[in-house]
């Protein structure tokens, strides 16, 4: 076995070569970067440039079309806040059933423990409450659906939703003030 040891090359110890927890050679090929493969593939499915795809906002729907300048700043932040809206009162309305105190000790599923049932509730309802004022708003315009589609489903709008869409954001911008 020494004699073997001792025809070795010298590059069965490069100091660069991975290694395994036993100290060999590692055989795996390198991995690429998860990010990078992510980058490449969103370019790829969504036709984006390299600075667009590393954009956060590439990664839905509503700043793409951001990113390809269908809708304006103020519109697709407002449509972000309108998303924060719904995703807060669906956690409200979804919320756990028991809101009190148990053995004097808050509840573990309370996202603030330091409020009580009351202000729990009040506070429950004043999400819900805003939600439905700005679905309500869209409603009447109609592009709830648009809306709904694209900001809260994160799906490709049909060419005949976007006028209202449009429509849709606007709105939002100007009720929110954004």
Same mark, same amino acid.
């Given at each position: ?50 600075? $667009? ?16 300048? %269908? ?8 449509? *972000?806040? @309108? ?9 409200? =309305? ?21 409020? $009580?049932?009351?202000? @729990? ?6 999400? =819900?409450?805003?939600? %439905? ?18 900001? =809260? ?5 049909? *060419? ?5 869409? =449009? ?6 911008? *100007?009720?929110?003030?954004?």
């Amino acid at each position: 076995m020494s004699a073997k040891r001792k025809r070795r090359k010298r590059s069965d110890f490069d100091s660069d070569a991975e290694r395994t927890p036993s100290g060999q050679k590692s055989r795996s090929k390198p991995r690429e970067s998860a990010a990078r493969i992510g980058l490449e593939a969103r370019q790829r499915v969504y036709g984006l440039s390299s600075a $667009d795809a590393k954009d956060p906002r590439a990664g839905t729907v509503l700043g793409r079309l951001w990113l390809d300048s %269908q809708i304006t700043t103020p519109m697709v932040e407002a449509g *972000e806040r @309108y998303l924060e809206f719904h995703n807060s009162a669906m956690r409200s =309305i979804q919320g756990p059933n028991a809101l009190g105190k148990s053995d004097g000790k808050p509840s573990p599923d309370w996202d603030s423990p330091e409020m $009580d049932r009351e202000s @729990y509730t009040a506070h429950a309802v004043a999400l =819900i409450a805003k939600y %439905q004022v700005m679905r309500a708003a869209l409603a009447d315009i109609l592009a709830d659906k648009s809306v709904g589609l694209v900001v =809260i489903a994160d799906l490709e709008p049909p *060419e005949n939703y976007k006028p209202s869409l =449009i429509k849709g954001l606007k709105l939002l911008a *100007e009720k929110m003030g954004v």
